[in-house]
């Protein structure tokens, strides 16, 4: 039986559509609302996750040479000067990674290599240092 405009049951349709229309929009924009926002937070917390990791991965490059360097122990004075420069810039890449991205896991695992290297320098206060920074820290 089909419907027409003067039937019971359109009538019906048309004024639960007239009462509750205003409802059902509202339920879908704010659906649409809450997709696109849970989308925009993924798409940018994703992409600095992956900064992040980019400067850990030259981090952990530029901390194998600087080991690799390191068990030589018949360097010339030119390329001691090279392993200090590296270590410098090891440091100062581990600084820059844990102030840009402090909450991130990349910084403590860099914090980590910082405090391996200060062992290995036989710095102990400043590895404890390193490693106060680390468990001060809030990893997200």
């Known amino acids: 039986m089909a419907l027409t405009p003067n ?3 359109a009538d019906n349709s048309m004024q639960a559509l007239k009462q509750y229309g205003s409802y059902i929009v509202t339920a ?5 609302a809450a997709y696109f926002g849970w989308t925009y937070w993924q798409n940018n917390h994703a992409r600095v996750d ?14 194998e040479e600087v080991k690799l360097a390191s068990q030589n122990p018949d360097l010339e004075a030119e390329a001691q000067e090279a392993l200090t420069q590296s270590r410098s810039q090891l440091d100062k890449d581990i600084d820059t990674l844990v102030s840009t991205h402090g ?3 990349y910084a403590w695992q ?8 200060q062992v290995d320098n ?14 001060g820290h809030r990893f997200g």
């Open 103 to 105: 909450e991130s896991v």
């Open 7 to 9: 039937s019971p049951n």
């Open 50 to 63: 992956t900064v992040a990791a980019d400067q850990y991965a030259d981090i952990q490059q530029l901390n």
């Open 28 to 32: 879908i924009l704010l659906a649409l």
């Open 122 to 135: 036989d710095d102990f206060a400043a590895a404890t240092e390193t490693f106060k920074k680390s468990i």
């Open 110 to 117: 860099a914090l980590m290599i910082k405090a391996r290297q």
